[in-house]
């Protein structure tokens, strides 16, 4: 049984004196630097000279500087530049300060558990990862609330990773939701499993077969779209607030037998077995290694399959529906 962490299990009196470094200040970036600054901590950011990114750092009141810069003065180097970028960040940037008592910590493990950055043993290693979008940990954090997320320690050199760790949990918003002890190969092999297999490749690999089996049989793009794509928000909030027996038991009971009686014959075990080998190809590196080579060729697949995404015929139907809903979107 995992370890929970929470509100009470953390001292942010951990983080006096400490100047923490947010490197990258994106969705996590921006939403980090500014939770964990409410919460009394200095903090700083690095981002590229000129970017959108760097004017939007300032203009949020932070000292903004080189990543260099930030790691040299830094006792706590938070990296949160895409994971592609950051073994670049690293080597050219972050390793030459590295020094006795600082700590590295990241947000997601992918790059410490495929060894394309490999730290010092005199730092302290330490992730903590909020389970939710930036933007959102941002809105919990100023209305007094917080996700959950989990924590992870690498390298324990100063003896005190993991309680640094949950003082930082804390000031970010995660410890109101409850932080879960775990390792950086759980915690990245089991995001990137859910990112292909669960609610990112898995759902939208059901939803778009989905539409393309009733439009094929007659039914019209507009209402296969609605059905499938548009009722996805609320099924999948019930399921966040209810579970999966407290979603079925709120749907009608024509629903809640269908998706009872059914679900195994779309679900069968030829899926589980696609699963378990994409599971093995994210334990043995095969995906990060060609996601890596991926980009250090300019991302040619990746853009022609997000091309791809666009072309889809359920895409042209959600856009015409969409449109007629404007407060679904926001600028």
């Known amino acids: ?28 970036g921006h939403a980090q630097a500014l939770n964990l600054r409410d919460s009394g901590a200095r903090v700083i950011v690095a981002e590229a000279p000129g970017s959108d990114a760097w004017k939007a750092a300032e203009k949020a009141g932070f000292s903004v500087s080189e990543a260099a810069e930030v790691a040299r003065e830094a006792d706590i180097i938070v990296l949160l530049a895409p994971d592609d970028l950051q073994p670049q960040i ?33 730092i302290d290693v330490t992730m903590v990862a909020p389970k939710i979008h930036g933007v959102l940990l941002r809105k919990l954090y100023t209305e007094g609330q917080g996700p959950p997320g989990s924590v992870a320690v690498h390298q324990d050199a100063s003896g005190k990773a993991l309680p640094v760790s949950l003082a930082y949990a804390k000031a970010i918003g995660c410890t109101r939701g ?63 607030s209810y579970g999966i027996p407290g979603m079925i038991r709120r749907c009608s009971q024509t629903a809640q037998f269908g ?15 696609n699963m378990r080998r994409v599971l093995r190809e994210i334990e043995d590196g ?40 404007p407060w679904l979107t926001k600028p």
């Open 90 to 122: 690293y080597r050219q940037s972050i390793e030459p300060q590295l020094a006795s008592g600082k700590t590295l910590q990241f947000a997601h493990g992918f790059n410490i558990y495929y060894h394309q950055i490999v730290p010092p043993p005199a």
């Open 286 to 325: 095969t995906f990060a290694h060609q996601w890596l080579l991926e980009g250090s060729i300019g991302h040619p697949n990746y853009l022609t399959l997000l091309s791809m995404e666009d072309e889809h015929g359920s895409e042209a139907a959600g856009r015409k529906l969409r449109e007629l809903m």
């Open 259 to 273: 998706i009872m009686s059914r679900q195994r014959r779309v679900i069968d075990d030829s899926i589980k077995e």
């Open 1 to 28: 049984m995992a370890k929970m962490y929470y509100d009470q299990d953390a001292d942010l009196s951990l983080l006096k004196n400490k100047t923490i470094g947010i490197i990258g200040y994106g969705s996590q």
């Open 178 to 240: 409850g932080v879960v002890e775990t390792t950086f190969k759980e915690e990245t092999v089991t995001d990137i499993f859910n990112e292909q297999c669960g609610i990112g490749g898995g759902v939208v690999g059901i939803l778009k077969a989905g539409w393309e089996v009733l439009v094929e049989a007659g039914y019209s793009e507009e209402t296969a779209y609605l059905e499938l794509f548009h009722e996805l928000k609320g099924v999948a909030d019930l399921i966040n």
